[in-house]
């Protein structure tokens, strides 16, 4: 199990708009920052989101991300065939002489 | 751009040590930490550790009695032992660059870029 859960599946239309969550606990995304990470089929892992909000160079701005409490959230508007991927949400968590931890990750379908 | 490439046996027997080298090139890897996560098929992501240039690391408890991280700075490249591996540590492993900088805490940082991966078969 992972240490943040994620739904394992998402799905949406052409156009729509979809949010994927992330619940943590105190220990890290109610103490820190989350980032999101984004894996299309058959390659690594890239950076969405970081330090909760903040989007890299070349990051779409259909792509944002939010943090409440030991929650966050990443939206996507005007969804895309091309954003069909795996999404994982992370965090520091301060526990256990600290750890980075991620979320089992979401399976984004684009109808 | 940086770029990263993982190398190392693609198939280890259970209880030996898995040993896997990162080589780093569009940057100098004196510049910032450097991690490995794992991703077993399937499903997802799990920090292993990173290191800096210095030789200072830090593991995740999880896995801290098996593995070692080290790096060679003069070949710009860093290295993974995990020690009596079982069919638990078959996976992908990727190596990545730390970001965010290295005088902040470790939830001011992420992992961007990284490499490819490899995958590693643990099976007799």
């Known amino acids: 199990q992972s240490v943040l859960t994620q739904p394992p599946s998402a799905s949406g239309t052409p156009g729509q708009r979809v949010t994927i969550s992330c619940s943590g606990s105190?220990?890290?995304?109610?103490?820190?920052?989350v980032y999101w990470y984004q894996q299309l089929p058959g390659t690594a892992p890239q950076v969405l989101i970081y330090?909760?909000?903040q989007r890299p160079s070349g990051v779409p701005d259909r792509f944002s991300g939010s943090k409440s409490g030991t929650s966050a959230s990443l939206a996507i508007s005007g969804l895309r065939s091309e954003d069909e991927a795996d999404y994982y949400c992370?965090?520091?968590?301060?526990?256990?002489?600290?750890?980075?931890?991620f979320g089992g990750g979401t399976k984004l379908t684009v109808l | 751009q940086v770029q990263l490439r993982e190398s190392g046996p693609g198939l280890v027997k259970p209880s030996e040590t898995l040993s896997l080298a990162c080589a780093v090139s569009?940057?100098?890897?004196?510049?910032?930490?450097w991690t490995w996560i794992r991703q077993p098929p399937g499903k997802g992501l799990e920090w292993i550790g990173y290191?800096?240039?210095?030789?200072?690391?830090t593991y995740n408890p999880s896995l801290k009695s098996r593995v070692s991280i080290s790096i060679d700075t003069s070949n710009n490249q860093f290295f993974l032992k995990l020690k009596s591996v079982t069919a638990a540590d078959t996976a992908v492993y990727f190596c990545?660059?730390?970001?965010?900088?290295?005088?902040?805490?470790?939830?001011?940082?992420?992992?961007?870029?990284w490499g490819q991966g490899t995958l590693v078969t643990v099976s007799p």
């Open positions: 990545a660059r730390v970001e965010g900088g290295v005088a902040v805490p470790e939830t001011a940082r992420w992992f961007d870029p």
């Open positions: 569009g940057a100098s890897i004196s510049t910032s930490y």
């Open positions: 290191i800096y240039y210095s030789g200072s690391t």
């Open positions: 105190t220990s890290n995304i109610g103490n820190n920052y």
């Open positions: 330090r909760n909000n």
């Open positions: 992370a965090a520091w968590d301060g526990s256990l002489s600290g750890r980075w931890v």
